[in-house]
């Protein structure tokens, strides 16, 4: 009986309260029924256990089919662990609404004061460890001993490592890479920008690869789930307020019914880890309705139990007809800011030389090409985004939230993939070209500064021979996208699915090894190594090997603690590699040359005056007129 408070604390709790506050608590905002035809079910339970000032508040709004006097026995559970067994009479614990317990909706609104004694069988662990996987569970008895009703309900601390901090370091840190690769290279220091940048965008992908990860449907431990939406901004996935206002308004106004989940959490209960693929089957029929635009959260409801894509929208306090339109707007906005700035880099480059400030030939390159570069640069950002809009493009083909986001969708799918399947066909040509004529696919794709800026994006992190491995890459994303997309309702076929992608992505790039040279052949079979450990602990999460549920706990702390550690060490690399980019004299020294001597073809054309004019009279010698020289 003096364990009362932990159920009470555990299920239900304040989700406005700020996750880093000094306040210690125990809190929960959902409450779900673990039994088929269950005589009781909550609509809002929000409960509130505060030991420093002693005080329990509970707000209740319930419906019970129960009659007569009852018993309730509670179970509290921790990392898999039973920590609490009790037995609960209500009519001892003075609460005349629930003794005896009769027909219909009650209402309670408390503020209970708790001895000392109880307090203090509370260990303080469970205020501190982020969060917390626990879960307390009700079973309720009638006087023969028959069961009547069970309820569920996730405990938590308020403590999470889901944090703005780690979002920020880690978005600030990975752009880093890639602007350091940029003036690297404008200093003339190819190899250092080439690595610099390879390293950078392996350790965006890394990031993606752990948001996409969280995306499948299965259960995941709170840990977990936590750490993965630290890196949900590689997917566009980012809040702001007055933006999505104006999604909902163009949902509405385009035909579609935009969701009011996050608009009504004071009147819903809300669980975000999905309990079973049956189990929500069975319940949704009577907990959920769906509405004309195919989208299930429309219509407030008793219980709404989010799992996958929905319970990343949720926790990053966005609307689930709204989550696609988000990742396509940042796609757009930060292609459209980078883009902007090559432009505006360009004039002012031209204003200095023509105010004398700078020397006519400074930036010769950048001002001559800025075209190409800006082409360049915008494959760049398609490569980054092709994760990002894929996986969102094919969801929202099964969501359907209005005829104009479907539009979008598919517009958006074709895109992506019509281009780089193209830049990938440009890049295999040339390197076939220049076996031929020249026994070596590194000449022209190195030699030809022209395809060098446009289509370099493809190749220029693998070896020359590896010219083709772009396509397993391309492949290899959007084969895992489709079943992230349209595996939603199937988390236990995506964790088996997932982790035998992963198992044969490591083994290819283990036996290929196909990036410029060895250094970053290890790092990115490091970090392909660490995700496929990621998958087969995803593999776990979806219960089909039955392990107990404290192997379960564990492993999600594993997950965590894995990958917090492998983060930290890719992030000190990245800024030792940044530092010496930038403050050595020669950071190109700190590189060993090439195999593929890709450094000689790019200084040649560079250092001999018409170069280009003598491949071109040489290929219409050879009678080769489709020659690009």
Wanted: glycine share 6%; charged share 15%.
């Amino acid at each position: 009986m003096r364990h009362l408070p932990l159920l009470m604390a555990g299920l239900a709790g304040l989700a406005t309260l700020p996750p880093a506050s000094a306040t210690r608590l125990i809190k929960s905002t959902s409450l779900q029924t673990c039994i088929e035809n269950s005589d009781f079910s909550a609509s809002l339970f929000n409960v509130i256990f505060t030991p420093d000032n002693r005080t329990i508040s509970i707000d209740i709004v319930a419906v019970s089919s129960l009659e007569g006097n009852v018993t309730a026995e509670l179970t509290i559970d921790a990392y898999g662990l039973t920590v609490v067994t009790d037995t609960i009479n209500p009519c001892d614990l003075g609460m005349d609404q629930l003794c005896p317990m009769k027909p219909g909706q009650f209402d309670l609104q408390t503020d209970t004061t708790l001895d000392v004694g109880v307090i203090n069988s509370i260990p303080g662990i469970a205020y501190t460890v982020p969060d917390l996987d626990g879960t307390a569970r009700v079973v309720i008895y009638n006087s023969s001993g028959s069961q009547l009703a069970c309820v569920d309900a996730r405990l938590s601390n308020g403590k999470t490592v889901n944090s703005t901090i780690v979002k920020w370091v880690t978005a600030v840190i990975a752009g880093l890479a890639l602007v350091v690769s940029a003036v690297a290279s404008g200093l003339g220091h190819s190899s250092t920008a080439a690595h610099v940048a390879a390293n950078g965008l392996s350790l965006f992908g890394y990031f993606q690869n752990i948001a996409i990860i969280g995306m499948c449907s299965m259960t995941l431990p709170p840990l977990t789930s936590a750490w993965a939406q630290d890196f949900e901004w590689t997917m566009g996935i980012i809040k702001v307020n007055f933006m999505q206002s104006i999604f909902n308004w163009y949902i509405q106004a385009t035909g579609g019914t935009p969701s009011t989940l996050l608009q009504n959490l004071s009147s819903v209960s809300i669980n975000v880890q999905k309990r079973s693929l049956e189990y929500l089957a069975k319940r949704s029929a009577g907990l959920i309705a769906r509405s004309n635009n195919n989208s299930d959260l429309t219509t407030i409801s008793t219980t709404y139990t989010l799992h996958g894509i929905r319970r990343v929208a949720y926790l990053a306090g966005i609307e689930i007809t709204n989550l696609f339109l988000t990742g396509f707007t940042f796609f757009i906005f930060f292609t459209f800011i980078i883009s902007f700035i090559l432009v505006m880099l360009k004039l002012i480059f031209e204003g200095l030389s023509r105010m004398n400030w700078i020397a006519p030939d400074r930036f010769g390159e950048f001002r001559q090409r800025w075209l190409t570069i800006i082409k360049g640069t915008m494959y760049r950002m398609i490569l980054i985004g092709f994760p990002q809009m894929t996986i969102l493009s094919l969801w929202e083909l099964t969501e359907r939230d209005s005829p104009a986001a479907i539009v979008l969708a598919v517009v958006m799918l074709l895109m992506v993939n019509g281009l780089l399947a193209w830049a990938a066909f440009k890049v295999i040509r040339l390197a076939k070209r220049s076996v031929a004529v020249y026994k070596n696919p590194a000449y022209i794709l190195y030699s030809d500064s022209a395809a060098l800026t446009r289509w370099g994006f493809v190749y220029v992190q693998f070896r020359a021979t590896a010219y083709y491995f772009i396509v397993p890459v391309l492949l290899y994303t959007f084969i895992k996208a489709c079943f992230i997309a349209f595996g939603q309702g199937a988390g236990t076929m995506q964790g088996i699915v997932l982790m035998v992608i992963e198992f044969f992505y490591l083994l290819l790039i283990s036996i290929v090894k196909p990036y410029m040279d060895r250094r970053t052949n290890i790092f990115n079979i490091t970090i392909q190594s660490v995700n496929f450990l990621n998958a087969i602990l995803f593999f776990f999460f979806t219960g089909v090997t039955k392990v107990p549920s404290i192997v379960i706990g564990v492993m999600g702390v594993v997950f965590f603690v894995l990958n917090a550690a492998f983060a930290l060490v890719l992030l000190i690399m990245i800024i030792i590699s940044c530092l010496f980019a930038l403050l050595s004299k020669n950071p190109d020294t700190r590189y060993q040359p090439m195999r593929d001597d890709r450094a000689s073809f790019i200084k040649s054309t560079a250092q001999l005056p018409g170069v280009m004019e003598l491949e071109a009279l040489g290929a219409t010698a050879r009678g080769n007129t489709n020659s690009k020289y």
